[in-house]
Nanobody, 122 residues
Framework: QVQLVESGGGLVQAGGSLRLSCAVS????????MAWFRQAPGKEREFLAQ???????PYGDSVKGRLTVSRDNAKNTFNRQMNALKPGDTAVYSC????????????????WGQGTQVTVAT
C-alpha cells in the first residue's frame, strides 16, 4: 500500500514561484513512477509532469519551461518547483504514483494524494 501526502500549497503572487512536496510511504517508492497533476474548477484533471524510477521527466505543454520535478528516493519525497506563476495556474495540485515506467494520463496512476490548493493572485 502506498500513501501520498502533498504539502506546500497556498497563495502566491503572479510571477512568483512555489515548491510543492509529496511525501510517500512505502518501502518500494523508488520503483514507482511519480507524477504531478492539477485540476482547476470546472476543468479536467491535467497531467503536468512525471518522473520515472530512472529519472526521465516528460512535461505537459502548459508548464514546460516553468516546472521542474525531482525525487529523493532516500527520503521518499517527490517535489515540484514551478516558476513564473500565472492566475491560470490556480488549481488543486495532486501527486500520484504508478507502477508503469511511463504514464502520462490519470488512468495510469493507482495511488493519489489528497491534493493541495494553489492560488495565484494578480
Amino acid at each position: 500500500q502506498v500513501q501520498l501526502v502533498e504539502s506546500g500549497g497556498g497563495l502566491v503572487q503572479a510571477g512568483g514561484s512555489l515548491r510543492l512536496s509529496c511525501a510517500v510511504s512505502g518501502r518500494t517508492f523508488s520503483t514507482y513512477t511519480m507524477a504531478w497533476f492539477r485540476q482547476a474548477p470546472g476543468k479536467e484533471r491535467e497531467f503536468l509532469a512525471q518522473i520515472s524510477w530512472s529519472g526521465s521527466t516528460p512535461y505537459g505543454d502548459s508548464v514546460k519551461g516553468r516546472l521542474t520535478v525531482s525525487r529523493d528516493n532516500a527520503k521518499n519525497t517527490f517535489n515540484r518547483q514551478m516558476n513564473a506563476l500565472k492566475p491560470g495556474d490556480t488549481a488543486v495540485y495532486s501527486c500520484a504514483a504508478s507502477r508503469l515506467a511511463r504514464a502520462l494520463t490519470k488512468l495510469e496512476y493507482s495511488y493519489w494524494g489528497q491534493g493541495t490548493q494553489v492560488t495565484v493572485a494578480t
